[in-house]
């Protein structure tokens, strides 16, 4: 092959159109600058959609599940309506009602004359005065009655 240019060709050629069997730069450049971007861009757009449950995570939300679900939910079905929801309810505390319901269940309990269960305590290892016998049942803790009979 000749190294002469086509007669009809431009003699000053622009320097992102290289030369025939030489490796084209600017392609190169191009298609490693546009995988970083997408992977850049991608990484903001999980990093943006898992914002609430993050929010939720670090102040120790107690509805955290919920707002991790309705991430999923966003995310899997494209409807911002999840998202949105769920970025509320990282946002808003809710206020504990288990604590002092169960604090007045106890009170209940000590009230009516039973002990409340403890936790951590099943039921081989209560007192034995807080035991109750259910009739026709033998109580392990009752002293035995020798029985005289035949033999």
Partial sequence: MSDQLHPLAPHHLPPFIAAPGETDVW???MGVFLIVAVLAVGNFYLRLHTL????????QKLQFEIVAVLGL???????HLFWIAGLLLALIDLPDFSTPLRSIAGSVEKIAGNAPAVAGQGPDETDSDSVTVAPGKLDAHAPKKEVHGHA
Avoid: D, G, Q
């Fill in 27 to 29: 392609m190169v450049v």
């Fill in 52 to 59: 609430p449950e993050r929010m939720a995570h670090k102040s």
């Fill in 73 to 79: 939910l966003a995310l899997f079905t494209h409807i």
